[in-house]
């Protein structure tokens, strides 16, 4: 009698489960890394799942028919979600953002925010809660989405061209949908709405002002990122990254800027306005211009697992600590002992000859999947 082989899914990336021994350590809000920066942004990945196929992200060619997503039971549940978020909080995290794989197909997201939306920080402020999504369901969901305490939300779109658009999203989904959905996103109050560009030259660069005209006067700010290495499945070659240098010079040659200032301390985003009016554009420069020095992101991904960088190789397994029944006091200790021996700063330690401003990358195989920990 022949035995049918189930991948586990949840074992595909390493991972341990951090130290609850020796004595306890309290949060204070003022939790610190090796390099002196604190914890203040959590992403949380809500699902591994995805209703598109970016070619940068989820390409077809591995995520196909037959690809092992988590099963239900290895996710967090949404009180073991709220529990970790209570904890992380209380270690000086004030904005949390819900990633996925695409976060609006998990089921009755909103119960999560309503209890997301109801902690606070130690100093008795309002989290600020958002959200990522591609916006194939936004128009669906932005008033539940608000109703439940949501903030606000980011909104990931490529191009307007149609065929381009479906054949980065491989999955023949119509640009208007997405451009209803931001809309239905403004009308109710989900702001400020960012839409998240990821440039990849040769593919998607001759939509850069097409996409600057669309949203300069339409209340949403659009920031362009650069195609970055992470994971190992999209074929990440360093030549289809163009500087965002070079994004901002083409728009300002038609459409002049003017800087702006950074709006908090470990903001990823360059901003510029727009000279003639109001309309904000950012750059993320994550290849050319490493921002790792004022990183102060954790993730976690959809069954529990703490990455302390976005090109991390191995996680913290924080979802044994929470069902194995550590006290909030453990945990919290856990969490402290990560983060205070963090030493992660991937960008800033790729080469980069001074006399060519290139990077050179060695993309690790074992490297952990965006869409596995959120973007």
């Known amino acids: 009698m022949s035995s049918k082989v189930i991948p586990v899914a949840d074992l595909r990336y390493g991972s341990v489960v951090p130290d609850?021994?020796?004595?306890?350590?309290?949060?204070?809000?003022?939790?610190?890394?090796?390099?002196?920066?604190?914890?203040?942004?959590?992403?949380?990945?809500?699902?591994?799942?995805?209703?598109?196929?970016?070619?940068?992200?989820?390409?077809?060619?591995?995520?196909?028919?037959?690809?092992?997503?988590?099963?239900?039971?290895?996710?967090?549940?949404?009180?073991?979600?709220?529990?970790?978020?209570?904890?992380?909080?209380?270690?000086?995290?004030?904005?949390?953002?819900?990633?996925?794989?695409?976060?609006?197909?998990?089921?009755n997201l909103e119960v999560l925010i309503e209890k997301l939306a109801r902690l606070e920080t130690p100093s008795g402020h309002?989290?600020?809660?958002?959200?990522?999504?591609?916006?194939?369901?936004?128009?669906?969901?932005?008033?539940?989405?608000?109703?439940?305490?949501?903030?606000?939300?980011?909104?990931?779109?490529?191009?307007?061209?149609?065929?381009?658009?479906?054949?980065?999203?491989?999955?023949?989904?119509p640009v208007a949908d997405v451009l209803h959905g931001i809309d239905v996103a403004l009308a109710v109050g989900l702001a400020p709405l960012k839409i998240n560009m990821v440039v990849k030259r040769g593919t998607n660069d001759h939509e850069i002002l097409p996409m600057a005209r669309h949203f300069k006067d339409s209340g949403a700010i659009l920031r362009f990122i650069e195609y970055m290495d992470v994971g190992a499945s999209n074929g990440w070659n360093m030549a289809e990254v163009l500087r965002s240098a070079d994004v901002?010079?083409?728009?300002?040659?038609?459409?002049?800027?003017?800087?702006?200032?950074?709006?908090?301390?470990?903001?990823?985003?360059?901003?510029?306005?727009?000279?003639?009016?109001?309309?904000?554009?950012?750059?993320?420069s994550s290849v050319t211009q490493a921002f790792c020095h004022a990183c102060t992101r954790a993730r976690l991904s959809t069954e529990g697992r703490l990455y302390l960088c976005l090109f991390a190789n191995r996680g913290y397994d924080l979802r044994t600590l929470l069902r194995d029944g550590a006290s909030d006091a453990q945990v919290e200790t856990a969490l402290a002992h990560v983060w205070h021996g963090r030493t992660d700063r991937y960008s800033e330690l790729r080469a980069q000859p001074a006399d060519t401003g290139a990077v050179t990358v060695s993309v690790d195989p074992g490297r952990v999947e965006m869409s596995y920990i959120g973007g």
């Open 248 to 284: 901002i010079a083409r728009i300002d040659a038609e459409l002049p800027l003017l800087p702006l200032g950074r709006q908090a301390a470990g903001e990823t985003a360059q901003r510029w306005r727009y000279a003639d009016g109001p309309g904000e554009i950012g750059v993320i």
């Open 126 to 173: 309002a989290l600020d809660l958002t959200l990522t999504t591609n916006g194939s369901l936004l128009a669906r969901k932005a008033r539940s989405l608000k109703d439940a305490g949501l903030s606000r939300v980011t909104v990931s779109l490529d191009a307007l061209d149609e065929p381009l658009f479906k054949r980065m999203n491989d999955a023949d989904f």
């Open 20 to 107: 609850v021994s020796g004595p306890l350590i309290a949060p204070n809000g003022l939790l610190e890394d090796t390099l002196g920066r604190p914890l203040k942004d959590l992403r949380i990945s809500v699902t591994d799942r995805c209703n598109f196929r970016c070619v940068y992200c989820m390409p077809r060619a591995v995520f196909d028919q037959n690809y092992a997503f988590l099963p239900h039971a290895s996710l967090l549940n949404f009180e073991e979600i709220e529990r970790a978020a209570r904890i992380f909080v209380a270690h000086g995290v004030e904005k949390i953002r819900l990633t996925g794989g695409e976060p609006l197909l998990r089921k």
